[in-house]
C-alpha cells in the first residue's frame, strides 16, 4: 500500500532563517506531487505541483521554492522565512491529475 | 477567475439528521468535483468523487450530486452521528490540479 511521509511535524523558525520541509511517498511510482498550505481557518491554498522530476509548477509567487530530486521526494525550501510563511504545510500525492489526492500528516510551521 | 465557494459558517445539526453541505463554482466547468474530510490538525481524507457526466455518487450514508447547470455540488451525510463532526472540503479538477474551496466546518450534537 501507499503511504507517504512528512517532517518535521512541527517547527519554530526565526524571521529571516531557512527552511526545508520534506516529504516522501512510499509504495507508487511517478506520483503527481503537490504542496498546499493552509492559514489559520483558511483554505487550502496550492503552492507547487510537479507530474514528474523536475517539472514542478509554482501557483503563488513567493519566497518559496521547490525541488524534487527524486521521483517520490518533494522538498520544500526558503532562504527566508517571513511572518506570513506561518502555516500548516501538506504534502500530497496522486495518480493522476483527475484523481483524488491523498495528504500527509502536515508540518505546522511557526515563523517567530 | 475560477472561484469554488463553501459557506464558511458552521453548520450544527443533531445526531440521526441528514447534513446537506453545499458547494458552488464560478468561471468555470469543471469535468469533477471532489469532497474531502478534515480533522483539526490533520491533512484531508478524500471521500468521493463525482464526474460531469454523473449526476448522483453514492458511498454508505454519503451522497454527492452534481449540477452542472446550477453550477453547484450537494453533499449529503444520511444519519448523522457525532463522529461526523468535521470539516468538509470541495474541490473542482483542473489540468494537473485541483482547486479547493475553504469548507464548511459541521458539528453533529448528540
Known amino acids: 500500500s501507499q503511504t507517504i511521509h512528512q517532517w518535521p511535524a512541527t517547527l519554530v523558525q526565526p524571521v529571516g532563517s531557512p527552511l526545508s520541509l520534506e516529504c516522501t511517498v512510499e509504495?507508487?511510482?511517478?506520483?503527481?506531487l503537490y504542496w498546499y498550505r493552509q492559514a489559520a481557518g483558511r483554505g487550502l491554498q496550492l503552492l507547487f505541483y510537479?507530474?514528474?522530476?523536475?517539472?514542478i509548477s509554482s501557483e503563488v509567487p513567493q519566497n518559496l521554492s521547490a525541488s524534487r530530486p527524486q521521483d517520490r521526494q518533494f522538498i520544500l525550501s526558503s532562504k527566508k522565512l517571513l511572518l506570513s510563511d506561518s502555516g500548516f504545510y501538506l504534502c500530497?500525492?496522486?495518480?493522476?491529475?483527475?484523481?483524488?489526492?491523498?495528504f500527509g500528516p502536515g508540518t505546522r510551521l511557526t515563523v517567530l | 477567475s475560477q472561484k469554488i465557494e463553501q459557506n464558511s459558517e458552521a453548520l450544527n445539526i443533531q445526531e440521526g439528521k441528514t447534513a446537506t453541505l453545499t458547494c458552488n463554482y464560478t468561471?468555470?466547468?469543471?469535468?469533477?468535483l471532489q469532497w474531502y474530510r478534515q480533522d483539526p490538525g490533520r491533512g484531508p481524507v478524500f471521500l468521493l468523487l463525482?464526474?460531469?457526466?454523473?449526476k448522483e455518487k453514492r458511498k454508505e450514508r454519503l451522497k454527492v450530486t452534481f449540477d452542472t447547470t446550477l453550477k453547484q455540488s450537494l453533499f449529503h451525510i444520511t444519519a448523522s452521528q457525532p463522529a461526523d463532526s468535521a470539516t468538509y472540503l470541495c474541490?473542482?479538477?483542473?489540468?494537473?490540479?485541483?482547486?479547493f474551496g475553504t469548507g464548511t466546518k459541521l458539528q453533529v450534537i448528540p
Open positions: 463525482i464526474r460531469e457526466n454523473e
Open positions: 509504495g507508487t511510482s511517478n506520483p503527481n
Open positions: 510537479s507530474i514528474g522530476i523536475d517539472q
Open positions: 468561471n468555470y466547468s469543471p469535468a469533477y
Open positions: 474541490a473542482f479538477g483542473g489540468y494537473q490540479k485541483v482547486t
Open positions: 500530497a500525492w496522486s495518480v493522476a491529475a483527475y484523481n483524488e489526492q491523498f
